[in-house]
Nanobody, 117 residues
Framework: QVQLVESGGGLVQAGGSLRLSCEATGLTFGAKVMGWYRQAPGKQRELVATVTSGGSTNSADSVKGRFTISGDNAKNTVYLEMNNLKPEDTAVYYC???????????WGQGTQVTVSS
């Protein structure tokens, strides 16, 4: 059974930093895309950043230059380094893993990130 175990959320002041981690336990397929999405109150879930097992990354324009996504294939873990956080980054952040060859999509339970002004 695949589970995405997230950690690292919390409360931080504007301009601060946080690091999110997500381990995909039970996910044995090497070719996958892992990433982070977020959902603020009253808004739709949106892409933050993704990384493929080959190391290619993609990120939303709103976080470019501030957030960095990276993956560790050996640990089945994806990280999101968030710097210069802004109040508008406040949201529940969800880890996501996709196995394209199987068309399977997994989600974590979400971790709250709150940025105070």
């Amino acid at each position: 059974q695949v589970q995405l175990v997230e950690s690292g959320g919390g409360l931080v002041q504007a301009g601060g930093s946080l690091r999110l981690s997500c381990e995909a336990t039970g996910l044995t397929f090497g070719a996958k895309v892992m990433g982070w999405y977020r959902q603020a109150p009253g808004k739709q879930r949106e892409l933050v950043a993704t990384v493929t097992s080959g190391g290619s990354t993609n990120s939303a324009d709103s976080v470019k230059g501030r957030f960095t996504i990276s993956g560790d294939n050996a640990k089945n873990t994806v990280y999101l380094e968030m710097n210069n956080l802004k109040p508008e980054d406040t949201a529940v952040y969800y880890c996501n893993a996709v196995v394209p060859v199987l068309n399977i999509n997994y989600w974590g339970q979400g971790t709250q990130v709150t940025v105070s002004s």
